[in-house]
């Protein structure tokens, strides 16, 4: 195999190896572009940071320190009135997860599911508020589906969202 000029190795002459691109994979590829676009369309542009929903997600985050919580991840967003976002987390047995999220004054109800890979609804939140929070212990290692949603009346909603995922 030669070199390129930087150091890195250069692909093989004829390409990748046989059978790196399988068909499972090249389905997880196209189920994350039609994820990605599900979510281009139900949201608008992500935002680095929602004002009051940021911090009120990183003040939970930084409140859960003490309880032995470490950070997962953490997602701010857009929300349209009625719209959600769909987060794809792989979930390890062993973990405990909490959920947490919060959403500006506009969005009345923010909700959170936890869905299988079979979109089968595994925990939900139902509450009516702006900060629900979930807490799921996976019973094996998979992919799940951590859906925000926003359930406020027709009316109102739409507007900035934080999420965060932990474990311990």
């Known amino acids: 195999m030669k070199r390129s000029r930087t150091g890195s190795a250069a692909l093989p002459p004829g390409g990748l190896p046989h059978g790196l691109l ?3 994979l090249l389905t997880l590829g196209l189920l994350t ?3 990605l676009a599900a979510r ?5 542009p992500a935002r680095a940071d929602d004002g009051v929903a940021y911090t ?3 003040a939970k985050v930084h409140d859960s320190y003490s309880d032995g919580w ?3 991840t953490t997602s701010s967003t857009t929300l349209k009135p009625g719209g959600r976002e769909v987060y794809v987390l792989t979930l390890h047995a062993g973990n405990h997860y909490r959920v947490l999220a919060c ?3 506009r969005i009345k109800d923010l909700d959170l599911v936890i869905y299988d890979a079979d979109g089968n609804p595994v925990v939900s939140d139902d509450s ?3 900060e629900p929070v979930l807490e799921f212990s996976p019973p094996a290692t998979a992919r799940f589906y951590v859906v925000v949603s926003d359930s406020s009346p027709v009316g109102s909603g739409g507007g900035g969202v934080s999420t965060a995922v932990t474990f311990k």
């Open 40 to 44: 281009l369309s139900a949201s608008g």
């Open 128 to 130: 009516q508020d702006r």
């Open 103 to 105: 959403a500006e004054e």
């Open 22 to 24: 399988t068909p499972g």
């Open 56 to 58: 009120c997600v990183q």
């Open 70 to 72: 470490t950070v997962r």
């Open 33 to 35: 572009l039609g994820l």
